[in-house]
Every structure is written in structure tokens, then in C-alpha cells.
């Protein structure tokens, strides 16, 4: 009940194009669900957030959806560019009132490579 | 911009060893955490800290573990006695709070190997 499953492991776009990578939960106390992005040797850094009162959120070219009831939400990437390339986490907590304390649980990560 | 810094980058020991990996979170920030990174794996939490002690937990974190805080700035996870399937990427994060100040910030990690 604690994972995130995330798809694809992989994902190859063409620059331009538009990277779609998608997340599943079954916990529904999860109430905060992060991207975040990591270059090779860096630490993930938070890209895009959601909660569940929202069914999407836009900044800039990142996208998050977001379907409480069929409890999957996905990240889109538009115009993908090639410095978009890395790997991608998606990850979900639940509220401190519902006595968690705000660990992440992460899904597997998508590499993503945006062709030039 | 304020960041989560750890040092060493990258750390060598020999199997039954112990290591400190260390870690200076954001300053005003309350909650301090450690998450690993097996190579090619996903990223999974250790244990989160809050008020000098610990909050919360995994299943990974057993007695070999330990974290501290031991002055204002610094945050330490210590691993008694190294074995090699503790060979990983380790990453502290800190957040300023919980709820809606649930932002986490991330270092970029101590790869620690054990051979």
C-alpha cells in the first residue's frame, strides 16, 4: 500500500515532442504528490507538485494531471528539449496530521532522453 | 539560493568499517532526512528527524544506523559496521516544515562504497 509505481522505466522523445510518464498509488492518505528530476550525480530536485484538491497544475512546460478517483497522475512535458534528459521521480507523502511526517515514497524513475 | 550540502561526495571503506556521512541542511529548516539510492534504484527513505530525535523510520534503518544532530547546523548519519549491500548513493534532505510546507530539498549525496 506504500508504493508508487511508475511507467515507463525508459522513455525516447524527439525534441519537440511531448514525454508523458505516468504514476499509480493505492494509499489513499497520500495527499502530496512531487516530481522531481535528477541529472546524473546530482541529487532529485523538486520539478512540480500536486495535491489532491486539484486535478492539474501547469508551470511553465511541466504539467501534472491528476485523477484522485482512478488514483494515477502523470507528469507532461512539452517541447521536450534535450537538457530535459534525465530521470524522473514521481513520489507521494501524506499531511503530519495524519501522523506521517512528510517521508516520500518514490516510484522506480523514468531515464528520459530527448533526442535532438 | 540556500542548499543541502553533504560531504564527502564520494566515500571508500572497508567492509565492517564504520562511516559518519555528514550534512549541513538549510538553515531555518526544521526537518532533516536521509534517503539511499541503490545504483539504478529507486530513491528510498531512511529516517526523518525532528526536535533532536527521531521521527520516523524504514525498515532499513536498523541498529547499524544512526542519526544526530550535534551542533546548530550539522546532521550525521552514522553506519556502525558497513556491509557491502550498504553500498549506495545516501542523500539528506531538509524541509522548513510539514503539510503545506512540505517542500523537501535534496543534497547531491555521499556515494559510499564498501568494498
Known amino acids: 500500500q506504500q508504493q508508487v509505481k511508475q511507467s515507463p522505466q525508459s522513455l525516447i522523445v524527439q525534441k519537440g515532442g511531448i514525454s508523458i510518464i505516468n504514476c499509480a498509488y493505492e494509499?489513499?492518505?497520500?495527499?502530496?504528490f512531487p516530481w522531481y528530476q535528477q541529472f546524473p550525480g546530482k541529487g532529485p530536485a523538486l520539478l512540480i507538485a500536486i495535491r489532491p484538491d486539484v486535478s492539474e497544475k501547469k508551470e511553465g512546460r511541466f504539467t501534472i494531471s491528476f485523477n484522485k478517483s482512478a488514483k494515477q497522475f502523470s507528469l507532461h512535458i512539452m517541447d521536450s528539449q534535450p537538457g530535459d534528459s534525465a530521470t524522473y521521480f514521481c513520489a507521494a507523502s501524506m499531511d503530519f496530521l495524519g501522523g506521517a511526517t512528510n517521508k516520500l515514497i518514490f516510484g522506480t524513475g523514468t531515464l528520459l532522453a530527448v533526442q535532438p | 539560493e540556500p542548499e543541502v550540502t553533504q560531504t564527502p561526495s564520494h566515500q571508500v571503506t572497508q567492509m565492517g568499517q564504520e562511516v559518519i556521512l555528514r550534512c549541513v541542511p538549510i538553515?531555518?529548516?526544521?526537518?532533516f532526512y536521509w534517503y539511499r539510492q541503490i545504483l539504478g534504484q529507486k530513491v528510498e527513505f531512511l529516517v526523518s528527524f525532528y526536535n533532536n530525535e527521531i521521527s520516523e523510520k524504514s525498515e532499513i534503518f536498523d541498529d547499524q544506523f544512526s542519526v544526530e544532530r550535534p551542533d546548530g547546523s550539522n546532521f550525521t548519519l552514522k553506519i556502525r559496521s558497513t556491509k557491502l549491500e550498504d553500498s549506495a548513493m545516501y542523500f539528506c534532505?531538509?524541509?522548513?516544515?510539514?503539510?503545506?510546507?512540505?517542500?523537501?530539498?535534496f543534497g547531491q549525496g555521499t556515494r559510499l562504497t564498501v568494498v
Open positions: 494509499n489513499t492518505a497520500f495527499d502530496y
Open positions: 534532505a531538509s524541509s522548513v516544515g510539514l503539510g503545506l510546507n512540505t517542500e523537501a530539498f
Open positions: 538553515s531555518n529548516h526544521l526537518y
